[in-house]
């Protein structure tokens, strides 16, 4: 990519909208302008969250201007076709969204390219080509948040799979989740005890405290402060959580050999009790020639999908799609 590309860039999540005005250039940072957000207000329908988000595009371009703009980038929840733009599924947090034709429809009524991905994807193509990841060859970049997410970018191209679904981190089993159900249905998998919610279950469950100072619900941040006071239950749940996640990323680091390893989200966030655990996990997993990959923790935060999308559309990161 030689030129300046200007793209409207839009990331779909459960809760808002965010679109932006994403300009990339080889030379220097992503430019992010025009910035806005509106509620998705999910629970309205497939039909109205399109709405939203021509309303978003509309405004961008309001403020923009349309001349040298070459395209739309979304990412979004659910699962999506990267070639067609369609989205093939989404869960009861966005009722309605599966069989939304949402590229065909935005390219439809603006007359301008439109590229859709999901947004795990979306989130790690940012980092791989313009944040942490910057530079490398062959990138895996781990989301740990609510949830847990990967994927795998290697010379910008994303690792699809057969069902889109390659490098789920989330849902591969360890040794201390056994027999603990899963949300996706199986048993065993390390985002039960490494994820968010899994950790406060987990702080839960060994007598930690449900509320805080102040009489709230104790959150994420919380246990990790707990842990570092030296909390007992609170260093056993990120302990808990932080060697399961290492484990898991040492054996993904043996499987895939990337150059580095970028870890982002809300939990990559915890303290030092979670880091060490992570790096005893991850020692304990990792294969000698790979044990010195380096861990990068994520630049981009919440602009990453809107700088993934963007470059989705300047130059696909799907094999197949140019
Ligand atoms: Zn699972």
New binding site residues.
Partial sequence: MDEVKRVVAVDVGGTKVAAALVTLTDAGEPAIEHFGKAPTEAKLGGAHVLEVIVGQVERVLGEAGADGVCGIGVSTGGVVDPLTGDITYANDMMPGWGGTHLGAELEARFGLKARVMNDVHAHALGEARWGAGRGAESVFVCAVGTGIGGAFVERGHLLLGAHGAATNI??VTCADARGIP?????VG?V??IAAGPGILERYLELGGAKTDEKGAPVDGAYVSRAAEAGDAAAVAAEERSGRALGEVLGNMVNLFDPECVVLSGSVAKCGPVWHRALRAGWDGAVMPPQAHTPVRDGQLGDNAPLVGAAENLARSAYVGLE
Avoid: I, M, R, Y
């Avoid at 899963?182 to 199986?186: E, L, R």
């Fill in positions: 989330g849902h899963c949300q996706c249905g199986a998998h985002e039960t």
